[in-house]
Structures are given as C-alpha cells and as structure tokens.
C-alpha cells in the first residue's frame, strides 16, 4: 500500500516557465512534510518541508502548498532553470516519531 | 564537515558473497537510516537507528543487518547476496530522535550477479 504517491514518472518544462511537481497521501496521520531533490549519481537533498499547520511554505524559487482536505502537496518552482533538472521525491512523517515515507520521484526536465 | 560519507562507492558481488557497507557522518545526529533506490521504486527504508543502541526494521529489512557502533557509525550488512539486492544504497542521518530533515550519503552502487 503506497502512502506517498507521486503519479508523474516525469517533467519537462521551459525554462523560465513554472514547474509543478505533485504528491498525494493517503495517511491522515502525517502532519510535516518534505520535498528532496536528487541528482545522478548523488545523494537527495532536502529542498523545502511544511508543517501540517500551514497551508504554504516559501524558499526564494520553491514553494510548497498542501492542501490537507484533498491530502495533496504541491511543489512550484518559478522560474524553473536548466539547473533544476533532477528527481523529486515527496517525503512525509507524522509525530516526529516516526521514518519518512518517499514516493517514487517524480523526474524535472528543464529545457532551455 | 564531511556530513555523512559512504564506503565503498562501486561494489560488484557474486551470489551467495557477503559483505558490509560503512556509513559514517560527522554532524553530531543521533539517528541514521539505510534506504536502497531502484527503478520506478524511489527510496525504500531498510533498516534505521533512532539513537545510539538501537535498531529497528523498516520497510525491506529481509537479507540484510546493521550494526549501530557508535554515535557516529551505521553499517550494512550483506550476509549472503542475492541478485535482488541489485540497488544503489543511501545511509542517511537526522539530528532529532526521529527527524524530519534527513542528510543523505553519496550512495553506495552495489551489483549482484
């Protein structure tokens, strides 16, 4: 049963245009979630999260809105730049007590 | 800071071979995890550490131990390959008892034939 669902395998948009990256989840529990970004052959790093108390979180290019009645975040990235071309994972946890659940990523193609 | 390094990088294996996979971080966190990534599949837990001396399952714990030596050390172990366990390997670690904002390894890219 997959609590973190990411329905996009793929992405591609213009650069400079907007990148919306989707996830949904079934658990009501979860109350803070979180976006990674992964390159080839590295590590994911976190990009931005947001707490179940808000609705929007922003960080300069990436912000991130939940919508908690439809169990669906979103991640934009404005303007999108040939540099965000990479894997997107979803995480989320609840409690602080317990692992992250990824989803299966969601791939960003940036096209100049 | 080095955060959280990985050895070895590349590892290619024959059926039924064993073998640990090392991950150490430097950033003082108190919990650290293993996840492999394969195709289609994103990140799948392993195994994790909430704090030092202990160890809890996650969701594919079959095939594999860890060991938890220290504050700073996490490591995997193979005991008997199978081709299954084909994957990349990340270790990561997370500052509180069971965190949110995770810091992940370079990988570890393990072959099994």
């Known amino acids: 049963d997959q609590q973190v669902k990411q329905n996009s395998p793929s992405l591609s948009v213009q650069e400079g245009r907007i990148s919306i990256l989707n996830c949904d989840y079934t658990n009501s529990m979860f109350d803070y979630f979180l976006w990674y970004k992964k390159y080839p052959a590295e590590g994911p790093t976190f990009l931005i999260s947001?707490?179940?108390?808000?609705d929007k979180n922003e960080d300069g290019r990436f912000t991130v809105f939940l919508n908690k009645s439809a169990k669906h975040l979103s991640l934009h990235i404005v303007p999108s730049q040939p540099g965000d071309s990479a894997v997107y994972f979803c995480a989320a946890s609840y409690s602080g007590n317990t692992p992250l659940v990824f989803g299966k990523g969601t791939r960003l193609s940036v096209i100049a | 800071n080095a955060g959280v390094t990985q050895t070895p990088k590349f590892q290619v294996l024959k059926t039924g071979q064993s073998m640990t996979l090392q991950c150490a971080q430097d950033?003082?966190?108190?919990?650290m995890y293993w996840y492999r990534q394969d195709p289609g599949m994103g990140l799948r837990l392993i195994y994790y550490s909430a704090s030092e001396g202990t160890t809890d399952k996650g969701e594919v714990p079959n095939g594999y131990n860890v060991s938890r030596l220290n504050k700073r050390e996490f490591s995997l172990r193979l005991e008997s390959a199978a081709p299954s366990q084909t994957s990349v390997y990340f270790c990561a670690s997370s500052e509180a008892r069971i965190s949110y904002e995770q810091y992940f390894g370079p990988g570890t890219r393990l072959t099994v034939t």
């Open positions: 950033m003082n966190h108190n919990s």
């Open positions: 947001i707490s179940s108390i808000k």
